[in-house]
Nanobody, 117 residues
């Protein structure tokens, strides 16, 4: 069972920046994929960024060039650096961890990000 604790959300003006953190209870090397998802009111949860154990990354088109996912192996923590924030980035952001074979998915409690115009 992987436990995830997110932090770093808050209120920011459009054009500003925030960094989200996701601390894992187990070694990050034991996890196949880490990701950040978000869910805005009335919308489905969507993938924002993903980081594979081998180091490859994947981003939603809407955040490419603005958001960066990274990790600190020593701290077993994954980050989401969000720059040039827009009001449409407002959502609850969730950290996700996946193990494969068999597939198991774990979620954090979510952290609110609000971008004012």
């Amino acid at each position: 069972q992987v436990q995830l604790v997110e932090s770093g959300g808050g209120l920011v003006q459009a054009g500003g920046s925030l960094r989200l953190s996701c601390a894992t209870s187990e070694s990050i090397f034991s996890i196949n994929a880490m990701g950040w998802y978000r869910q805005a009111p009335g919308k489905q949860r969507e993938l924002v960024a993903a980081l594979m154990r081998v180091g490859s990354t994947n981003y939603a088109d809407s955040v490419k060039g603005r958001f960066t996912i990274s990790r600190d192996n020593a701290k077993n923590t994954v980050y989401l650096q969000m720059n040039s924030l827009k009001p449409e980035d407002t959502a609850v952001y969730y950290c996700n961890a996946e193990r494969w074979y068999p597939t198991r998915s774990y979620w954090g409690q979510g952290t609110q990000v609000t971008v004012s115009s």
